[in-house]
């Protein structure tokens, strides 16, 4: 297993047009999450799954933006009619449960940025 | 959120330890200390975790302060690949990892 794999690394898209990104979790850790990351901020929590299920959705996550985890094993997060704002470094990580934590392993990330 | 307070930035000599210090004082008693750190244009990357007691592994060691609102960081012979952004963060019930801005650690030749 060669960890969480997110693609693509980078895109560029025009504004308004929408963008799909993919993320490929450790195989064994059924939660998965989705974080966003701006120039000089930390992650900031967009979403997560325990398996297939979404649990969560922060208030950052607008109607223009969409995930998905069929059959609990990749993931996808779609934002439609992307704008400038959403130039960000999109980061995925899986978790499971190690005793009584949730050891968390993230990707590289797929930076976009909206022209 | 879960806040956690560093400062926004640190050097150290390289061979030397760099000690980077957090604050914590809203944690509650089961709540995990998470260390992780960041270098430019990748994900952000496990250190090391505790609860009550200091822990140690193969990258750094951790120490808690006895009433748990605060840690230190220490890794022990810093190198230039150790320049990084470093986060302190625990987990909150919510069941995600909140990052605050982290200490950007310098480590000078």
């Known amino acids: 297993d060669t960890g969480v794999s997110q693609n693509p690394r980078h895109k560029i898209t025009k504004r308004g047009q929408n963008v799909t990104f993919r993320c490929d979790p450790i195989?064994?850790?059924?939660?998965l999450y989705w974080y966003r990351q701006t120039l000089g901020q930390g992650p900031e929590f967009l979403t997560y799954?325990?398996?297939?299920?979404?649990?969560?959705k922060s208030r950052l996550l607008s109607d223009r933006f969409s995930a998905e985890r069929p059959k609990g094993s990749f993931s996808t997060l779609e934002i439609q009619r992307t704008e400038q704002g959403d130039s960000a470094m999109y980061l995925c990580?899986?978790?499971?449960?190690?005793?009584?934590?949730?050891?968390?392993?993230f990707g590289s990330g797929t930076r976009l940025t909206v022209v | 959120d879960a806040k956690t307070t560093q400062p926004p930035s640190m050097d150290c000599a390289e061979g030397r330890a760099a000690n980077l210090p957090c604050n914590h004082s809203?944690?509650?008693?089961?709540?995990?200390v998470y260390w992780y750190r960041q270098i430019h244009s990748q994900g952000p990357q496990y250190i090391i975790h505790?609860?009550?007691n200091n822990e140690t592994n193969e990258m750094a060691s951790l120490i808690i302060t006895e009433d748990r609102k605060s840690s230190t960081l220490i890794l022990p012979h810093a190198t230039l690949r150790d320049t990084a952004v470093y986060y302190c963060?625990?987990?909150?019930?919510?069941?995600?990892?909140?990052f605050g801005t982290g200490t950007r650690l310098t480590v000078i030749p």
């Open positions: 990580a899986s978790s499971q449960l190690q005793g009584r934590h949730y050891g968390y392993t």
């Open positions: 195989s064994e850790h059924n939660r």
């Open positions: 799954f325990q398996n297939e299920a979404q649990l969560e």
């Open positions: 809203t944690i509650s008693g089961n709540e995990y």
């Open positions: 505790g609860l009550k």
């Open positions: 963060i625990y987990q909150t019930g919510a069941n995600n990892l909140f």
